[in-house]
């Protein structure tokens, strides 16, 4: 099976929420360090501003980048959309707002 080296944990508190009957940690990030985080955890260029829309494809629904989340599963941090206990996705599931008018 394929192992990862954990990934360094982020600088801030967590609290406990619940993802498809986990207990799954998710960063509390203050507003002024959300453009930071997106920056350094953001996958491929370029990164989008915070306030810009993108269409979650798993939730169908639009949102603000600022709105977004990060969580800590399995020794990783994942930035997700605002829906992801909703069954939102993760970054690669993020498209251009108008995606949803395609």
């Given at each position: 099976m394929f192992e990862q080296d954990e990934e360094s944990r982020l600088p801030f508190p967590t609290r406990q929420i619940?993802?498809?009957?986990?207990?799954?940690?998710?960063?509390?990030?203050?507003?002024?360090?959300k453009a930071a985080v997106l920056r350094d955890i953001y996958l491929g260029e370029p990164v989008p501003r915070l306030d810009e829309e993108r269409f979650d494809l798993h939730s169908g629904k639009k949102f603000v980048v600022r709105d977004f989340?990060?969580?800590?599963?399995?020794?990783?941090n994942w930035l997700v959309s605002?829906?992801?206990?909703?069954?939102?996705?993760?970054?690669?599931?993020?498209?251009?707002?108008?995606?949803?008018?395609?």
């Open positions: 619940v993802m498809n009957g986990e207990l799954v940690e998710e960063y509390l990030i203050p507003d002024h360090h989340r990060v969580t800590r599963e399995n020794g990783r605002p829906y992801y206990e909703e069954g939102g996705g993760t970054v690669i599931d993020w498209m251009p707002a108008d995606w949803s008018k395609a």
